[in-house]
């Protein structure tokens, strides 16, 4: 027998991890320059490492006064209640959890294309349709309010991102408050904060108070370096709470990930570092690449390179791991996560090494 019709569920597509790639090329991972996953390169703070070995022992127990602390804590941080947050294992999972809260087979959600894959096949796992809204290379994918609501069609789910993956654009608070006033009453606003530490700019959180029809998505995959451990968040409005108990799996965030992620938040310098890290990257990578790059409040920088698939396979011949953006339809560029700077000075030097040398070949 065989699974249903999933045709029309495309796979997600991971990047390389270092030790496939380092086994390829048969050279040591240590030199490997991984820029392709938006991941901490400072790895995760001190005090989440300390809490999970300390909680290793006591992983027979299922997770459930570490998930509720957790809870608690992110609620008092934004100034919200406890049941307004969704704690989830990864913010892949509060898009599920949501999709599970509010989608009816065939209703639409609108998503950003180019945009993060997993939206789409969310949507589609619950039997949802999906449409696009386009940013547009053109105009440096900037987000506008305007540019959402010609594409909206009274779709239940909006999706926003900001900063967004893969541009590095941000959508402004007003723009999201224009957005949310003009949808239909059941049209939830998804604001995406995977990289709201990397931003200059303030959350949509406090929305989530003043209304109804604004949820934020929030992770510890990125600034806070806890990718692996699967957790993240969103923070839904009040009526939406109480739906959590019906739609959530139990005890998917892990005792360890609920630990590591309560450590993390009480280490703010880790967090500090960590953006500043980025943000200095980010600055280096615009100055020194020779290649076109768009304006970036994230943690990676997305650039213009000609033919994307072609200078990240050479640039891996090189060591260095990057994102080709093929995959989100953009053929012709290339995210490139921010490093430590040693990296991240050392990763720009061979990129360079391989523009100069893709663009001789152009030419002979
Ligand atoms: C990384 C990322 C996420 C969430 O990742 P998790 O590891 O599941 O928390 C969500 N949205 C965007 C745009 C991302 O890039």
Known sequence: MQPRDLSDHSPYVPGRGVEEVARELGIDRSDLIKLSSNENPHGPSPAAIEAIREHAERVNVYPKSSHADLTDRIAEEWGVSPEQVWVSPGADGSIDYLSRAALEPDDRVLVPDPGFAYYAMSARYHHADVETYDLSIDDGFTQTAENVLSAYGGERIVYLTSPHNPSGSVIPLEAVETIADATAEETLVVVDEAYGEFADVDSAIPLVN???DVAVLRTFSKAYGLAGLRIGYSVVPEAWGEAYARVNTPFAASELACRAALAALEDPSHVEESVETARWARE?????????????????????VGDGSAVAEAARERGVIIRDCTSFGLPGCVRISTGTREDTREAVKRLNEVLAELELEAEA
């Not at 990578?285 to 650039?303: P, R, W």
Request: proline share 0%.
């Open 210 to 212: 003043d209304r109804d």
């Open 284 to 304: 280096y990578i615009d100055a020194e690449l020779d290649a076109d790059t768009f304006e970036s409040a994230g943690n990676f920088v997305l650039a213009r």
